[in-house]
């Protein structure tokens, strides 16, 4: 069994680097991410998980990192905006359909949408869709844009 | 952040689960069992409680099965509510499980978790209530399956130091004619002012509801009112409305007046589908 007490030194798999951290049992992976490794593109919003905007993916799947445990993501691949390098298909989609305004929800539903993608390949029912992206918020309310982003990853001959 | 420090346990055994959960206890940690983790951390930031160590059973393989036999589907208490969902074994609890919370956090939020939470809902209670489920326990008396309606009033009543292992529900469960709807006051994403769950079973109507009351309930009473063929939809709505357990909650999302409205609306909608063969 696992037990760790006080400050301990566990590994992190981020962007697909493995990096040794000193952290509490009590650090959220969102404090880890931005303070001990600069990855600062997960937002703290609302710091409750209702917003949305720390999403980041862990094994293929969105998790909202305020209310993730540092710790309990050891051994599991976590991915942030900065793992997707500037050039993936949902970023030049995003650029492309200008989903976003001030900017500051971008990094979740940039997260959001590439696991989508990851987990749906193919072109998903409009309420699969709809359902991912309402675990955001965007106070700028580029919904619209954001849906436009979302059906740039699916070209038209991926329809069922 | 969490203002204060705690232990952290990761068991790979049901039995080292239940050992550490006694040894930090006997050191005064006042521990609590963590899975999803989503209710535990926003109350620790919060101040609302403060542990002195958690215990996360997720990575116990008990605690993670997910598999359909014959008879019985099994649910491990660590299984996400998406893992559920993506499951589609059941398509009432897919449903229920669909509507807690958003889609990102039903990738963290757990079964065990939502059942044993300190939030009122519990909506994965309802499907449980209406199918006859068993529920596995782990504790002072090791392994063992009771109904789930004998260790739930509401809320669960475990004892110290014991957890939730798996949820067991029958074959017909999968097969059975079945209703959710969820009402709330504004978002679809909310907690509910009424949340019901239907099933048929051999002809008869099951319902349990949650938001209405302080807890999340089934009542033979209001089933009785509900399934008397020889009253009118409208007195059938009537007659079970006034039969809840207690009075109807009431918070800043709908006072137990409104509450109650949307009831009866939403045993009307349910009465009309079910006797237009809808369900």
Redesign the interface.
């Given at each position: 069994m696992i037990r760790y007490e006080g400050k301990t030194v566990i590994k992190l798999t981020v962007n697909g680097s493995v990096h040794e951290l000193a952290v509490r049992p009590s650090d959220l992976l969102l404090d880890v991410l931005r303070e001990q490794l600069g990855l600062t593109a997960a937002k703290p919003g609302c710091k409750n998980g209702d917003c949305g905007a720390c999403t980041v993916v862990i094994d293929g799947w969105p998790a909202k990192s305020c209310l993730v445990l540092a710790v309990e993501a050891e051994g599991h691949a976590i991915l942030t905006v900065e793992g997707l390098g500037g050039t993936a298909a949902v970023q030049r989609a995003f650029v492309e359909e200008n989903a976003f305004q001030c900017g500051y929800c971008t990094s979740g539903f940039l997260m959001v949408c590439h696991a989508l993608q990851t987990q749906h390949p193919t072109l998903p029912e409009e309420y699969v869709i709809e359902e991912w992206l309402a675990s955001n918020v965007c106070r700028c309310t580029s919904y619209e844009e954001i849906r436009a982003a979302v059906g740039r990853l699916y070209p038209p001959e991926d329809a069922p | 952040?969490?203002p204060?420090?705690?232990?952290?346990?990761?068991?790979?055994t049901l039995e080292?689960a239940y050992e550490?959960f006694g040894q930090l206890q006997a050191e005064g940690k006042n521990p609590v069992y963590y899975a999803g983790?989503?209710e535990v951390?926003?109350l620790?930031?919060a101040g609302s409680i403060a542990p002195g160590a958690?215990i996360?059973l997720?990575e116990i393989p008990e605690c993670r099965v997910l598999s359909a036999d014959r008879e019985d589907l099994h649910f491990g208490a660590a299984r996400t509510l998406?893992d559920i969902k993506e499951s589609r074994l059941v398509p009432l609890l897919t449903l229920c499980c669909?509507r807690i919370?958003?889609?990102?956090?039903q990738?963290?939020i757990t079964l065990g978790g939502n059942l044993c939470g300190t939030i009122l809902y519990r909506e994965t209670c309802l499907p449980l209530l209406l199918a006859d489920a068993t529920v596995t326990l782990f504790g002072g008396r090791g392994l063992h399956a009771v109904p789930f309606q004998s260790v739930f009033d509401g809320r669960m009543q475990l004892e110290a130091g014991e957890f939730i292992v798996e949820v067991g529900l029958p074959g017909w469960a999968a097969q059975a004619p079945h209703w959710h709807i969820k009402r709330t006051t504004n978002e679809?994403?909310d907690y509910p002012l009424v949340s019901l769950a239907a099933l048929c079973k051999d002809g008869r109507l099951r319902v349990a509801l949650s938001g209405v009351c302080s807890y999340p309930f089934r009542s033979a009473e209001i089933e009785d009112v509900l399934n008397d063929s020889s009253l009118s939809i409208e007195r059938r709505v009537e007659g079970a409305a006034a039969l809840l357990p207690e009075p109807a909650y009431s918070d800043v999302r709908g006072s137990g007046q409104y509450r109650v409205f949307v009831l009866k609306n939403t045993l009307q909608t349910l009465l009309e589908a079910f006797s237009n063969d809808q369900i």
């Open positions: - | 952040m969490i204060f420090n705690f232990v952290y346990c990761r068991p790979a080292q550490a983790g989503s951390i926003t620790c930031r958690v996360d997720k998406n669909g919370a958003d889609h990102t956090n990738c963290r679809k994403i």
